[in-house]
T-cell receptor, first 111, second 115 residues
Framework: AQSVAQPEDQVNVAEGNPLTVKCTYS??????LFWYVQYPNRGLQFLLK??????LVKGSYGFEAEFNKSQTSFHLKKPSALVSDSALYFC?????????FGKGTKLSVKP | EAGVTQFPSHSVIEKGQTVTLRCDPI?????LYWYRRVMGKEIKFLLH????????ESGMPNNRFLAERTGGTYSTLKVQPAELEDSGVYFC?????????????FGPGTRLLVL
């Protein structure tokens, strides 16, 4: 079965430190990969996506993600975390029409 | 450009009642998707419209759920009768094209609580 795993329910980072939110996937074929963020009381906002080409994808708010085909991973990264980055992050893959999501990772950035 | 809007933002109903959720996609977006997130679990796909036609409804949990998109603009999702396990956040998303690389833009969600 197609699935997306976000192994950490929560990630805690100090402001200014680098952050990584992990995502691995198990799908057949060549998926397209997405990251979305949900701020409190808001909807899902698109951050970035990998379609093809360079394995390092840059997105909104200084985030980037690295596609690793051999490890079937698409980890989200940011060199220097901000308190305002605190939110719920969702990784998703797409084979056909719909998105398949992970459970989400709560990122908490402390001052 | 207005984003995807959903109404209501919250709904609290009793088991056995009927609730109708509405989604207005981004203007010009032919593709409309419904998803649901039950507490603490993954966001799961429910169905996909292309204009007014149901392209894929494989994620609809049972026949208590009815989705419509008359005229190919806004969509409604009706739950009748509602059960406790229907509680969760219902998201709507839209995209211009149905190609795999196309980004889906999400609304704020409707938080449904069935008591």
């Amino acid at each position: 079965a197609q699935s997306v795993a976000q192994p950490e329910d929560q990630v805690n980072v100090a402001e200014g430190n680098p952050l990584t939110v992990k995502c691995t996937y198990s799908v057949s074929g060549n998926p397209y990969l997405f990251w979305y963020v949900q701020y409190p009381n808001r909807g899902l906002q698109f951050l970035l996506k990998y379609i093809t080409g360079d394995n390092l994808v840059k997105g909104s708010y200084g985030f980037e993600a690295e596609f690793n085909k051999s490890q079937t991973s698409f980890h989200l990264k940011k060199p220097s975390a901000l308190v305002s980055d605190s939110a719920l992050y969702f990784c998703a893959v797409r084979l056909q029409g719909n998105l398949i999501f992970g459970k989400g990772t709560k990122l908490s950035v402390k001052p | 450009e207005a984003g995807v809007t959903q109404f209501p933002s919250h709904s609290v109903i009793e088991k056995g009642q009927t609730v109708t959720l509405r989604c207005d996609p981004i203007s010009g977006h032919d593709n409309l998707y419904w998803y649901r997130r039950v507490m603490g679990k993954e966001i799961k796909f429910l169905l996909h419209f292309v204009k007014e036609s149901k392209q894929d409804e494989s994620g609809m949990p049972n026949n208590r759920f009815l989705a419509e998109r008359t005229g190919g603009t806004y969509s409604t999702l009706k739950v009748q009768p509602a059960e406790l396990e229907d509680s969760g956040v219902y998201f709507c998303a839209s995209s211009h094209r149905r190609s795999k690389e196309e980004t889906q833009y999400f609304g704020p969600g409707t938080r449904l609580l069935v008591l």
